[in-house]
């Protein structure tokens, strides 16, 4: 990366000694480092014979080969959706190796490769159930497969089955067979298609009638091995009047290629269930220039599919070279709510196209859109986003609330609601603003003895409060931290 | 003969019931002062009697000379007489004030078989209500309460009221957010519209507006009923005293209930 | 795209089919720019659904019927009244199934300063100062099949100039009438305004009832420095007119543009409005309303693009739709690298009344300079609950006041518009076709 810029910067400020801007340059992506680790990994490429391999690998039933090899087909016939307000380099889906695993074979956390282990706790991860913090169960997803879930017991004892996808295609079949592909079928959409063929591991979460998950899960996504592509599904299924708070984090290694990553989240919320479904996105964003960084290509979809059901998204988006992202919520049951709550920082040369579809079809649903975009460097963040009324939600209600701020002259903050109403009924309003960190603000902080830094951290922090409100508190930190990093060297 | 008799008023906000059981009698040519902490359903008591959506009667009756009228849509109580001014005055941007007030003058005389005014007969009896509430001709240019500050708006109300000639008017919390020159202007026009045939329920949160508007009657309204009733000294016990000594007297009252008592 | 054009609609046949009698101009770049338009057209065809800019509009049923050519003697015969619209009492260009008609149009004592000719007639005087506008394709045009269609095929149209320094004060009328059925007409404007000009223009479409014919009009904007440009534009087609429209402006320094756009005829609708603020200190502004009901589809796409410092856009759009309409509006504020000061707002608000109709809706930011101050809001409900009970504790019925409310509502659109005289009348039209019936006001 190109230092040299940055330390003329630095070196300027004579308060500093030469440490201090060590410290600060090391801090720039703190998850950037490599685990040396022997992996087994199939050759790059994609055609059947890769489908199969990998079906076989993870040692899958017949149905579930056959279910991706559809989806395979089904994506040979779909073109790249050239919608999005993002500038991509063509992919050559052929040079990444869609499977890269960790050697060792795993039974249980105390088999895990300390390495491994030690990864996580560098990146505040901690698997060993005596490390960990309190109250939140962690599945662990290196590269492609999990390696390692913790708190299994205490989960098991309530009923919630909390374990990799893998393992839950293997044990717990018939409900992964009934819900996969119920929420974002295989043939969505290109990338949703590529991830349902390939799809190596994730999570799967099911929590039964009228249980409230007992702490909080959460699923932390590393990519490790170079050349490698992550796919990883997600499933969650929440039975009546259950609940579940839903963690979601992810690093990668700085590398000087761009990484695939192309994810999918499905979850199911039965009549009166609630899912919080929380996502600090933290990819390896690329250099200053845009050399590297993750392609974070990602559906996520609820379905609210019984009535009163809740879903809610929170996401802190401040990695990845480029993110295109669409949480959304399909509010069938009636008086089901839909909530989407996101930051999503673009410096440097990142692009984001993000944002939320809220379909209401059910009677007096509910929705609210909450989108904090920050834009700086060269950076490009869009909106992009879907609120429709079907005929039969009578009484639905939106409310979206669309805020952009720019920090430079070469940015951009872009803004694409969608609004398509067929209810009389209904009541939709959409606001949004564009507006930079005015002088006055940044005056104010100057004469009360703020650094400009600092005071643009504070401003940024204020302008993400209503999102990061919606965070549970460790991550809420964490966020915040993140956003801090991540604009370093955006003013001045 | 009463003009209004409300008996054993039961009311629901979203679900909440927020009257239990409030019973009332105003005979014409009287001013009655209803007082009572935040929340204890003032308002809800003026937007129940002209008719808004949202307020579910659940029991009691409202007898208006005679009529039923809970059974009246919003327009036929205005026409019946009925007059609400509002604590706080809807702006309708696009609906010009004279139209506005034409519209709604012609509509309640139609309702009473009487024939409605043309546009000159109109002007000049707007004219003179203009100078009783001293206000000038250019608030009729604009759009209803659009851009008027928080007296106008006040005064504006008591205007509609001037050209309409209500039987029962009800002020809600008409002297909240005004200046004490902005509300005598407001009494002022309250006064000259008092009359023998022609009733008013002042609801408010303070003393001070009846130095101006005087009462006849005093009730302070808690827990969503009368609780206490008298002349117009009243209120001034509950200006010295507040509205904890209430408790005292009413012990059935929670505390929560009064806990609106006046800053 | 041309392979998947082997089977050519019957919209795009009938289109060949008319052109092959065309006439030429006898000026080698016009006719060239003609054929290179065909071409263009031939090869693309309408618009599909996939095509993002008509994903609420369907072309489907156009693409499926052939439009004959206009029969020009009956055009330039036919007996029609000329629509009257109070306030606008200047010159009078009218064009009957898109042909020019002198014998309706009042040319008589031009003010000073301004110029008006049929296209034919500009061409014909001196078609060099026409080149830009009828050569060149400008970035907007390049993929659009109707920009195409019209530029191939539009033969008349209006030429309007006004002079450096010249203040036309009387509203110039434009009215294009549609008389003849199953029809296509083609009309090109191009209006000059000079440096520090003023002049107020008026388009105004009508059509005799049940004329379903189709109408294209391509129009260019040019506002030098400190030029004034009042636009209105009164929509009240035939209700069974498909008709396609684009204004495109070009806003030099300290020149404002400011148009009034009212919606109210026609089954099919589009208008392209677009502006480019190119110097420092221009200004766009536009207000406009649409009114639907029946199974009318109105679709109006509004795009401001700030090219130049300091630079204000102020929009505010209103639709109401009824029974089997359906609104389309997509706003669109772009503020370029560079020109930091602009100010652009923009303000959509929509009315819902009936389970059958629809209102999309799309107000876009994209901004590139951070000196900007940009916002938008949208919203699609229905009438204030507040209002309407504020209204009827008046004394004033549900209904009445209900038709108070929208009228009002509306009208927004038209309170900024300084001619007194016609904006009473478009709130008359307005009052007859709001669905709600009419108010007696």
């Not at chain 1, 599904?233 to 009047?241: A, G, K, Q, S």
């Not at chain 1, 960084?293 to 559906?299: A, S």
């Not at chain 1, 009636?334 to 939320?356: C, I, K, M, N, P």
């Not at chain 2, 506005?100 to 005389?109: D, S």
Request: proline share 4%; net charge negative.
């Amino acid at each position: 990366m190109n230092e040299s810029e940055n330390m003329t910067r630095e070196v300027a400020a004579p308060v500093r000694d030469n440490a201090e801007v060590e410290a600060a340059l090391n801090r720039r992506y703190e998850a950037g480092f490599v685990t040396d680790i022997e992996s087994t990994s199939l050759p790059p490429g994609l055609n059947e014979d890769t489908v199969r391999q990998l079906s076989a690998i993870k040692q899958e039933p017949e149905w579930m080969t056959e279910w991706r090899l559809a989806a395979y087909r089904h994506w040979l016939t779909m073109p790249e959706p050239d919608w999005a307000k993002l500038e991509i380099a063509p992919i050559d889906y052929q040079s990444v190796s869609y499977y890269s695993a960790p050697k060792a074979g795993l039974k249980s956390l105390d088999e895990v490769d300390p390495k491994l282990l030690e990864t996580y706790e560098k990146l505040g991860v901690p698997l060993h159930e005596r490390a960990k913090l309190a109250g939140v169960a962690v599945d662990a997803v290196f590269d492609s497969v999990s390696v390692g879930t913790t708190f299994r017991k205490e989960l098991a004892e309530a009923g919630v089955i909390f374990c990799s996808m893998s393992e839950a295609i293997r044990e717990h079949g018939e409900l992964v067979r009934q819900y996969l592909g119920s929420v974002v079928p295989t043939a969505d959409n290109y990338f949703a298609a590529l991830n349902s063929a390939v799809f190596s591991d994730g999570s799967f979460v099911f929590i039964p009638k009228g249980v409230r998950c007992p702490m909080e899960l959460s699923t932390y996504f590393r990519i490790n091995a170079m050349n490698t592509g992550q796919f990883e599904r997600t499933l969650i299924v929440v039975e009546d009047d259950a609940y579940v708070s839903y963690l979601e984090g992810c690093t990668a290694p700085m590398r000087d290629e761009n990484q695939l990553h192309a994810a999918v989240v499905e979850l199911v919320a039965m009549e009166r269930a609630q899912i919080k479904y929380s996502t600090v996105q933290n990819w390896y964003p690329g250099d200053e220039n845009g050399v590297g960084g993750i392609y974070n290509f990602v559906t996520k979809r609820g379905d609210c599919r019984g009535a009163d059901s809740k879903i809610s998204w929170t996401q802190v988006e401040t990695g990845s070279a480029v993110t295109w992202k669409y949480p959304s919520c399909v509010l069938r049951g009636d008086r089901s709510v839909g909530e989407f709550y996101s930051v999503a920082l673009t410096h440097h040369r990142q692009q984001a196209d993000t944002g939320t579809k809220m379909i209401h079809i059910g009677k007096g649903t509910k929705s609210k859109i909450v989108s904090k975009g920050i834009s700086a460097g060269r950076g490009q963040n869009s909106y992009r986003g879907l609120v429709k009324i079907e005929k039969g939600a009578d009484g639905a209600r939106n409310y979206t609330q669309c805020d952009s701020l720019l920090i430079g002259k070469k940015c951009g903050a872009h803004t694409f609601p969608y609004m398509e109403v067929k209810n009389p009924t209904a009541i939709v309003e959409h606001e949004a603003t564009t507006s930079k960190i005015s002088d006055d603000q940044l005056f104010y902080c100057l004469s009360r003895g703020i650094g400009e830094e600092d005071a643009v951290s504070m401003i940024v922090d204020g302008f993400c409060k209503q999102v990061f409100r919606e965070l549970p508190m460790e991550f809420a930190v964490e966020a915040k931290k993140l956003l801090e990093v991540s604009l370093e060297g955006a003013v001045g | 003969m009463h003009m209004l008799k409300i008996d054993n008023l039961h009311a629901r906000v979203e679900g909440k019931e927020i009257l239990k059981g409030l019973s009332l009698e105003i005979k014409p040519g009287e001013v009655h002062a209803i007082m009572g902490p935040n929340g204890a359903g003032k308002s809800t008591l003026g937007n129940v009697l002209s008719g808004r959506e949202g307020y579910e009667v659940t029991a009691g009756s409202v007898l208006f000379n005679g009529r039923d009228l809970l059974a009246l849509e919003p327009e036929e109580r205005a026409a019946e007489g009925v007059f609400l001014a509002f604590q706080y005055p809807v702006e309708i941007p696009g609906v010009n004030n004279t139209y506005f007030l034409r519209a709604a003058l012609n509509a309640q005389r139609k309702y009473r078989g009487e024939d409605e005014l043309d546009s000159m007969r109109f002007l000049k009896l707007v004219r003179e209500k203009l100078k009783i509430m001293q206000i000038s001709d250019e608030l009729l240019h604009r759009a209803v309460n659009e851009g008027f500050s928080g007296g106008e708006k006040k005064r504006n109300e008591i205007f509609q009221m001037a050209v309409l000639e209500p039987k029962l008017a009800i002020l809600d919390e008409t002297d909240s957010g005004l200046d004490i020159d902005a509300l005598k202007q407001v009494a002022e026009g309250v006064n000259a519209l008092r009359s023998p045939d022609r009733s008013f329920v002042v609801v408010t949160h303070y003393q001070r507006l009846l130095d101006y508007i005087e009462p006849d009657f005093v009730h302070v309204l808690a827990g969503g009923r009368i609780v206490e009733s008298g002349d117009k000294s009243l209120a001034l016990k509950l200006e010295e005293q507040g509205y904890a000594w209430l408790a005292d007297a009413h012990p059935e009252l929670a505390k929560a209930e009064l806990a609106g008592e006046r800053a | 795209m041309s392979e998947t054009q082997a089977i050519r609609t019957p919209f795009v046949q009938a289109v060949l089919d008319s052109s092959g009698t065309a006439d030429t101009s006898g000026i080698a770049w016009v006719d060239a720019a003609r054929r290179d338009n065909l071409a263009s057209f031939a090869a693309t065809g309408l618009p599909e659904a996939r095509n993002e800019s008509w994903k609420y509009t369907s072309l489907r049923a156009l693409s499926q019927r052939g439009f004959a050519p206009v029969d020009l003697k009956a055009a330039r015969t036919v007996a029609v009244d000329v629509p009257v619209l109070p306030g606008v009492t200047g010159a009078r260009m009218v064009f009957v199934d898109g042909v020019f008609r002198t014998d309706l149009s009042a040319l008589e004592a031009l003010p000073a300063g301004l110029t008006l000719q049929s296209l034919p007639d500009a061409l014909a005087a001196d078609p060099e100062p026409l080149r830009f506008a009828l050569s060149a394709r400008h970035r907007h045009q390049a993929a659009d099949a109707f920009a195409h269609l019209n530029a191939a095929l539009a033969r008349d149209g209006v030429v309007v100039k006004v002079a450096a320094g010249a203040h036309v004060a009387s509203p110039v009328h434009i009215v294009f009438i549609s008389t003849q059925a199953g029809v296509a007409w083609h009309a090109r404007a191009v209006v000059d305004v000079g440096q520090g000009a003023h002049v107020t223009l008026v388009e105004h479409h009508v059509g005799l009832s049940d004329v379903a014919s189709l109408g294209t009009l391509f129009a260019d904007y040019t506002l030098r420095d400190e030029a004034v440009l009042d636009l209105v534009l009164v929509q009240d087609a035939s209700a069974s007119a498909t008709l396609i429209r684009r204004s495109h402006a070009r806003v030099g320094a300290r020149a404002v543009g400011t148009v009034h756009a009212v919606e109210l005829g026609g089954a099919l609708v589009r208008h392209e409005l677009m502006a480019e603020l190119v110097g420092e200190a221009g200004r766009f502004d536009s207000r406009g309303v649409f009114a639907l009901k029946a199974r009318q589809h109105v679709d109006t796409q509004m795009e401001v693009r700030h090219q130049a410092r300091d630079t204000a856009s102020d929009a505010l759009w209103r639709g109401v739709a009824d029974g089997r309409s359906r609104g389309v509006f997509r706003g669109a504020i772009v503020v370029a690298e560079g020109a930091d000061g602009s100010d652009a707002a923009l303000s959509n608000k929509n009315l819902l009344l009936s389970a059958q109709a629809e209102i999309d809706t799309k107000p876009e930011l994209e901004i590139y300079a951070d000196e900007v101050k940009a916002a938008h809001g949208a919203t699609i409900g229905q009438l204030d609950e507040r209002s309407l009970f504020y209204l009827r504790s008046r004394g004033i019925p549900l209904t009445q006041a209900r038709s108070l409310l929208t009228l009002a509502f509306c009208r927004a659109a038209l309170s900024s518009l300084p001619n007194e005289a016609l904006r009473e009348h478009l709130g008359d039209l307005l009052v007859a076709h709001l669905p709600t019936g009419p108010v007696d006001a």
